[in-house]
């Protein structure tokens, strides 16, 4: 993967939705792909968007929700392209096929907090959704290019933590510090993460 003298992956985490107010931290609503971003969360994304349009994209990827899908289209029509295409590979991690509870919730934390990985019914491990998300980014990456996915703080964590090299396990309860609107620019040379940093880009956050 990210084979070529230089290429970069952009994750951007979409604006703050209506469920993130109402329900924060709370994966039961992670999977409602008809929720839609707040004005607070359309203006995040702008900010980025304007930031994006000084890097030199070259391709929008995002996934199939609607905060996401929305949170694209505002950044393509910042920088004037067209979204390539959605990836319903690119959701967050399936937590459960069925409702939690508060202590179900506290248990999974804990788990990740100790580099566990466990799942519920229905659900996926930390594991197999970060092999599902680097799937998704070999199908859809091509070299000596920069890309922008708009995709879902799980996604972001576990990404910038396996590659590098990181416990992603553990990472997975660092979703809450990526605020909304917010990036992670992994940048490879020679197949090789060379930098990581946030974006907009302050000094706290460099490989």
């Given amino acids: 993967m990210c084979q070529g003298k230089k290429s970069n992956i952009i994750l951007v985490r979409h604006g703050e939705s209506k469920a993130n107010v109402e329900s924060r931290n709370n994966p039961n609503v992670w999977f409602d792909l ?123 964590s576990v990404v910038c933590a396996y590659f590098s090299g990181q416990d992603f396990i553990k990472a997975r309860t660092l979703s809450k510090d990526i605020n909304y609107g917010e990036g992670r620019v992994l940048e490879f040379k020679d197949s090789k993460l060379w930098s990581l940093h946030k974006l907009p880009k302050d000094n706290n956050f460099y490989l």
């Fill in 34 to 156: 008809e929720n839609q971003l707040t004005g607070s969360g359309r203006e995040q994304i702008k900010k980025i968007g304007g930031i994006l349009k000084e890097m030199n994209v070259n391709e929008i990827y995002c996934s199939n929700t609607i905060r996401a899908r929305d949170s694209a289209k505002i950044i393509a029509k910042e920088i004037g392209q067209k979204i390539k295409e959605e990836v319903e590979g690119l959701i967050e991690q399936v937590i459960s096929s069925e409702k939690l509870n508060e202590e179900q919730l506290e248990e999974l934390i804990n788990c990740w907090k100790q580099g566990k990985d466990f799942k519920f019914k229905g659900g996926e491990t930390v594991c197999e959704f970060k092999d599902r998300i680097l799937k998704e980014l070999e199908k859809h990456y091509s070299s000596n290019k920069t890309i922008v996915i708009v995709t879902h703080a799980g996604v972001i």
